[in-house]
């Protein structure tokens, strides 16, 4: 099982909702920017969780006479919900940064190229950092569990932007 399966089954956990609807709930919380999570995945994703029991479906009404699937958590569903976050919980914290690559691979080019990518990096961690502040404050009213996470990015970009500074002035002086 993936987050994809962690993140529909909780919020079928709040409310039944048709594939559409979860889909667009998926886009205003802005799941993909702490998980993988595609948003063509989704329909899939729900059909495989009907297919295993973990959700069921009632055709309703939708708008302009069609009809639409709408659906709900069945009790083997939230079990399964359960042993997914704990399975999350129970598994080694790691953090994977793609610029990792670049990191590693410094030394192998002239020193002025590199600090040029140094500052590149620097500027695209800023940049996320104001964009996660924006949207801490676009979406202040939403419950503590979400705002937690904010917070926690903010933290993460602060900690990264002091490594990178730690990392360059080493880097620098030819460490």
Known sequence: MSSIDLVILG???EKPQSAYEIQKDI???HFSRWTKISIPSIYKKVHQLKEKGYLKSQV???SKFTKKAVYSITDE???CFFQLMK???DQPVSFVFDFNVV???LNKIEKDKALELIDELRNRITSSSQENRQYADLYRDIPLVGKTV???QQLL???LLQWLDDFETQFKLGG
């Open 11 to 13: 919020m079928l956990l």
């Open 27 to 29: 886009e205003y919380h």
């Open 60 to 62: 309703k009404k939708g």
């Open 77 to 79: 569903g939230k079990s």
């Open 87 to 89: 399975d999350c919980v």
């Open 103 to 105: 990191i590693t691979n």
């Open 150 to 152: 904010f917070k926690q």
């Open 157 to 159: 970009y602060n900690s």
